[in-house]
């Protein structure tokens, strides 16, 4: 499914993250541009999804 509990770049929050609840995680994605690359990182939901889902390998 293409949700981002199954994605590359979900991260599942630690059960004693400060804001953690169930199903919340990170989305972090490496971007490159001109000057190198670099870290997105926002908060998302397991059963999220995005036209950037990338499936775990
Ligand atoms: S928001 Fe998109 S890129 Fe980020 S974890 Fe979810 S599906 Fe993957």
Known sequence: ?????NCQ???E???????YAEGKGDCVR???D????????KSTQENSTCSLF????
Request: glycine share 4%; proline share 3%.
């Open 13 to 19: 929050l630690p059960k004693d993250a400060d804001d």
């Open 9 to 11: 770049s979900f991260f």
């Open 30 to 32: 490496e971007e490159k």
């Open 54 to 57: 990338k499936a775990k390998h």
């Open 1 to 5: 499914m293409i949700i981002c509990s």
């Open 34 to 41: 001109e000057k190198g690359k670099f870290w997105l990182s």
